[in-house]
């Protein structure tokens, strides 16, 4: 993503987009049988084995239905683009991208399950061509930074409180500090810190030229402070 700046990469390790691929329950999926399988109860490697074996038929199609649409509307060649699908995971790899397609129990309600897609390694000269913004429109909610050096959460809240508002920052932070969660005027994402990574949260999911837009607005924000906290932080 060189063209959010090249100097992203002195503090930022990798960058992915993340959508929600949809929920569902357990039982309703295709190879349970009522009667002879049991709801999981319990995330536990054998619960997880069991879910694994019964998603892969539908990760499967899913998978391939996307490895059909990359080749058709990217024109890719044979040697351009792989699929392989290690249920309860599948990756779509192109020569100028990654895709990742997980599904997976859930942690609250074992009974349950969710799907994940990733977008990463994501090349120069792909954002913003049409053919693959129209692929992957509404796919992405969500841009996660991988930080290479980690950022005191506290000094986060510090530089944003003492901006006063300066560049419509704002934060919000529990007592415990574990995390922060920033705000910037017009921008309707939120910006997640943890101190090992970042998150920027959008409300609805959109293509992801849309969320790197967001981004550069949201990274014109923190560097308008001099405090490095934030200016070296995106």
Do not use: N
């Not at 503090?11 to 929920?23: I, K, M, N, P, Y």
């Not at 895709?99 to 390694?121: C, V």
């Not at 705000?183 to 994402?189: M, P, Y």
Request: proline residues 4%; negative net charge.
């Amino acid at each position: 993503m060189a063209d959010t700046g090249d100097d992203l990469r002195k503090f930022v390790s990798r960058v992915r987009l993340v959508g929600d691929a949809g929920e569902g329950a357990v039982k309703a999926l295709p190879g349970f049988k009522k009667g002879r399988h049991a709801v999981p109860d319990a995330v536990t490697p054998a619960t997880q084995a069991f879910f694994a074996r019964l998603v892969e038929d539908v990760l499967a199609e899913e998978a391939e239905g996307w490895f059909q649409r990359a080749r058709a509307e990217l024109r890719y060649k044979r040697k351009e683009l792989t699929l392989e699908v290690t249920s309860p995971l599948a990756v779509l790899t192109a020569k100028d991208f990654t895709f990742e397609l997980e599904y997976g129990l859930g942690e609250r309600d074992p009974g349950t399950y969710s799907g994940k897609r990733t977008l990463h390694e994501l090349q120069a000269g792909r954002l913003g061509a049409p053919a693959f913004e129209a692929l992957f429109a509404g796919q992405f909610s969500e841009i996660a930074f991988d930080l290479k050096k980690g950022v005191q959460v506290e000094a986060v809240i510090d530089a944003v409180e003492d901006l006063d508002g300066a560049g419509g920052l704002a934060v919000d932070y529990p007592s415990d500090y574990r995390s922060c969660t920033l705000r910037v005027e017009d921008v309707e994402a939120e910006v997640v810190c943890d101190g090992v990574s970042l998150a920027m949260v959008f409300p609805r999911a959109g293509a992801p030229m849309e969320l790197v837009e967001a981004f550069v607005a949201v990274r014109r924000a923190f560097a308008l402070s001099k405090r490095s906290a934030l200016a070296g932080l995106l």
